[in-house]
Each structure stands twice: as C-alpha cells, then as structure tokens.
C-alpha cells in the first residue's frame, strides 16, 4: 500500500510541475510582449528630446520590487508568480553572497522570504547534524552500558582477590605467629650447637697440648742431666745479662725446623673447595699452630674460626666467633700454646680472646692509630703490634701492660713477625724500608732498604735466615738477614699491590698475595712464578698448612680459598 501511495503522489507532483512549467511560458510570452511595447515607447520619447549625457540612474527601490509592481499593474499574474520563483530561488541559491546586477550601482538586497528560506536551509542542517549526533549520543550509551558491565566485572573480581589477600594476610599472621613459637627452641639449639663445637675444639687443642707435652719431657730431661753433670763437675752456670734475659725468652727447637729436611715441595696447586666466610672483606688470616684450623679477620667487626678438612670435619664449618671491636678487623695471631687469638682493628686497640671463656680477655689500648697487625713471641707472654702512628709496642701479657715501645720508621708500620724461637722482630712500613730489631734491648740490629714504594708486609722462611717483603706495586724482594745491605733476588708479582706472602714450611716456595685477584706461587731457587686464580676481588692474606701441601687465601670477595 505504501508503495501504491508513493507513486500516486509522484503522479501528482509531476502534473503540478507540468502545470506550473506551463504558466511559466506563457508568462515569459507576456514578458517579452510587454518589453518590447516598452522599449518601442522609450525609444519613441528618446528622438524627441534632445541628447544628453550617460549617466548611471539611481534606483529608488529594489529591482524585485518595481518588476512586481510592473507586472502587476499590467495583470500579467501568472509572469510574477514564475518570476518570484525564480528570483526567490536563484536568492537560495546564493544564500548571503551578493549578486551583481548588469546596471553599475545595483546590488541583491534579500528580503523577508530569502531570510526565511536561508533560515529553513539552515535548520535542515541542524536537524541533519542532531540526526548525526542522535547516532553518536546512541553509540556512546551503549559504550557505556558496556563499560559499566565491565566494570561491574571487574569490582567483583577485585572484591574476590582482595577477599583472597585478607585471607592470605591471615594465614602469614598465624605461620609468623606459630614460626615466633619455634624460635626459643631454635635459638637454644644452636647455643648447644655452638657450645658443643667450642668443647670440641677445645678437647682437640687440649689433647694436642698433652701430647705436646708428654713429646717434650725426654727433650727437657737431656739438658737436666747435662746440668748435673757440669755442676757435680765443677762448672758454674753464667750469670751474664743475656743468659738471664733468655730466661724471660727461652728458645725451644722449632718443631717446624724440624720438619723441613723431611719435606718436599709441593709443584702444583689447584682449588679444591672455597667458603663465603664474611660477607665484608677479609683482611687477614691465620693458621692454628697444630690444628687445621683457620682464623679470618673482616671488616664486618668479628672474627671467626674455620675447620679446615681435617679428622672428617666438613670444609667451611664455623667453630667460633667474637665480636667486640667498634672499627674494622686488620690482623689476627693465634697464641703459641693456640688457645687464644690476639687480632688488631681500626680502633687502635689489640684484643686478646679466649677460646675456653668465649670472650675477650685482654684490650690493649695505647696506639694513637689504627693497629695493623701482631705477632706472639714464642713464649707466649710477649705481644708485638705494629700501628699507623709510626711505633711498634711490645705487650707483657701477664703485666696487661705496653713493655716497650720501637721507634725508628717515619711512615705507617704495616705488618710485625717474629722470627719463631727467636727474639728477633722483622717489620716494614710505608715508609719503602724493612727493620729488624731485637726485641730483648729494643734496639734496630739491621735495615734493609731496596723498595720503591711503600712495604705492605714482610716474613721469615722457617728454613733458614731468608726474608721476603712486598710493596704496593707488586715487587717482592729476598733478603738474606745476615746480609741487609742489598736484596738477594727481586720478583714481579704483577702490576697491582702485593698484599702479603707466605713461605712454604720448606721455604723452597713463596705464595704472595696480589690485588689482581691472583695467588702468585713463586719458586725460591728458579724464581719462577705462576698463578692461582680463584677469587674475583683482590687476595688481602695467603698461608700454607702445616706440611706444605695446601695453599689457604682469602680477599675482599669474603671468601676464603683452599688450594691442594
């Protein structure tokens, strides 16, 4: 039906058109008619009067209205409908530009209908720009409607997750809570744990100081006899100075002395096991004098003792600890006897512990400066240390008080060691020489100069008088202390600073710690050198076990390495 509709009403439109293009014709016919009645009468008037000048007329009233009034007044109806459609439609057309007119002076003035026409176009474009906007207000709703469902969706999901949390939170409170219950248990578990290794220890130390003992008793009765002989045979003791003062001294056969010809030099070194014993770097250790076991110095504030594989102990396990310096740890020492441990900080104290008690015994205060390094006298009664103040004291033990003080170096005193059963003290310091000094009379009996650069440390070879030395440029230097005039061999350890060395027990072999992160193995007779690497910052101490056949180094990573 609305299909039947439509095409009535085209039929409709197109008679109306018919009709309406039809008037127009006939009123065009009656324009032409009329204009040219009009012009024959003007051109008339024209002859008759006389010429006169062309000039452009003034229009009184627009164009539109004076051809409407003319055709008008001549009755031509259907001439002024068709020409207000095409004058009102040709207005449309151009809207708001102006329209020349062939007369100069005349332009296109629109009037109410044209307004009312521009105005009706205009609105058509508003109605189409609300349809525009209708289907875009449409689309955002139903954006909306979908980001609202989302949204609802994911509320409710975080609503779960966050129920979920609360529910975990709960669940760590309670294992915190149960865990807090446990500790007490643990922490008294691992005091007997601690408690027992220290009784261990301690039984093996006093085990060895037994046999030790029961060892020395047939050396000890040899000399007695020999002094009753010389006295039932008239010979009298000497009482001069230095028989007396080596009764405040006395010297023993070195054990180690005694090992040497039965020793033979290990050629190859490589890494058998390596433990994360501090967390900060480690600036010194120490090899117990019978036992293997290891004492570690760290710039973490403690010290700590190590079983090293020995008996079926386990490498890395910690024996002991002690904390008790305010400043960094710059050398430790075991006690001859090896139930204590002296060590050295950066708070210019030396602190005597003992094993048996589990704490520090002894605070030696008298250094100005940092102490660097210590070492015992074969006695066990006698202390050295070596300062940044330029001195070097020794301590009476059983006094608790400074003994004597060296002074003779110009710069810092880096590192002090006995010569074992001897009151021999070697030193070096920065400021590039070596000194020893006799430590009975506190008196310099040689030095030995030949360094470029600062001595970082310096140690005797059990084997003989030999002494080596290193400076912060990685030379080392042998020195025969018979001879202090000149060095007997020079050696590169590289192009960084060496750190310390260490003799072999056969003093055939030189293990020199470098800065490179490299251990520097040097042959003593050939002067050959090779490397062990292992650590991955620089080697700070280096140390050989009782016969020889393993190397021990630790450095600034905080690992300690054991190289068979």
Request: aromatic share 6%; net charge neutral; proline share 4%.
């Amino acid at each position: 039906m609305s299909a039947q509709r439509k095409e009535r009403a085209e039929e409709e439109n197109r008679e109306e058109e018919n009709k309406v293009e039809e008037e127009r014709r006939d009123d065009e016919e009656d324009f032409e008619e009329a204009m040219r009645e009009f012009a024959s009468s003007t051109a008339s008037r024209r002859k008759c009067e006389p010429p006169k000048l062309q000039m452009i007329p003034k229009i009184p009233e627009a164009v539109d209205d004076f051809l409407r009034n003319f055709l008008r007044k001549l009755g031509m109806s259907r001439t002024l409908r068709s020409f207000e459609a095409e004058w009102y439609g040709s207005a449309q057309k151009l809207q708001t530009e102006s329209l020349r007119m062939t007369c100069a002076g005349v332009s296109f003035i629109p009037d109410a209908l044209t307004h009312r026409q521009l105005l009706h176009s205009e609105l058509q474009e508003v109605h189409r720009e609300t349809d525009l906007l209708r289907e875009e207000v449409l689309a955002a709703g139903e954006r909306l409607g979908r980001m609202q469902r989302e949204a609802d969706f994911h509320r409710l999901q975080y609503r779960r997750v966050q129920e979920e949390k609360n529910r975990l939170i709960n669940d760590f409170k309670k294992l915190k809570k149960h865990l807090e219950s446990y500790e007490p248990a643990l922490k008294q578990l691992d005091e007997k744990y601690q408690t027992a290794l220290s009784q261990k220890m301690l039984i093996s130390i006093e085990k060895e100081r037994v046999k030790s003992s029961i060892n020395a008793q047939p050396n000890q009765e040899k000399p007695q006899m020999k002094k009753e002989r010389s006295i039932k045979s008239g010979d009298r003791p000497d009482k001069s100075p230095e028989k007396s003062n080596n009764m405040r001294y006395p010297k023993f056969p070195d054990p180690h002395l005694a090992q040497v010809s039965f020793e033979t030099c290990k050629s190859s070194f490589s890494l058998s096991c390596s433990v994360r014993a501090h967390q900060l770097p480690i600036s010194c250790i120490d090899l117990h004098p019978r036992k293997m076991v290891l004492s570690s110095a760290s710039d973490d504030h403690s010290w700590r003792l190590w079983a090293l594989p020995a008996d079926g102990e386990k490498v890395g396990q910690m024996v002991m600890t002690g904390e008790g310096h305010s400043d960094w740890l710059s050398g430790c020492s075991f006690h001859p006897e090896g139930a204590k441990l002296a060590t050295t900080s950066g708070d210019s104290t030396v602190r005597l512990w003992d094993f048996s008690r589990g704490c520090c015994v002894l605070m030696l205060a008298g250094h100005t400066q940092p102490t660097w390094g210590c070492s015992f006298h074969s006695c066990g009664h006698l202390l050295a240390s070596c300062s940044a103040d330029r001195t070097i004291k020794l301590w009476d033990l059983n006094r608790a008080s400074c003994h004597l003080t060296l002074r003779r170096h110009t710069a810092s005193v880096n590192s002090v060691r006995f010569l074992p059963f001897s009151d021999l003290l070697l030193a070096c310091s920065a400021d590039k020489t070596l000194a020893l000094w006799d430590a009975k009379v506190g008196l310099c009996v040689a030095t030995f100069q030949g360094h470029q650069h600062p001595c970082n440390h310096a140690a005797f070879s059990l084997a003989g008088g030999i002494a080596a030395s290193c400076d912060t440029r990685g030379v080392v230097k042998l020195w025969d202390i018979r001879k202090p005039s000149s060095a007997t061999a020079t050696v590169e350890a590289g192009q960084q600073a060496a750190n310390q060395v260490a003799f072999s027990p056969s003093g055939k072999t030189l293990a020199v710690a470098c800065s490179d992160g490299l251990v520097r193995m040097v042959d003593v007779a050939s002067l050959v050198v090779s490397s062990l690497s292992g650590h991955s910052d620089g080697v700070q101490s280096v140390t050989f076990d009782h016969k020889g056949e393993t190397v021990i180094s630790a450095g600034s990573d905080g690992s300690i390495n054991v190289w068979s």
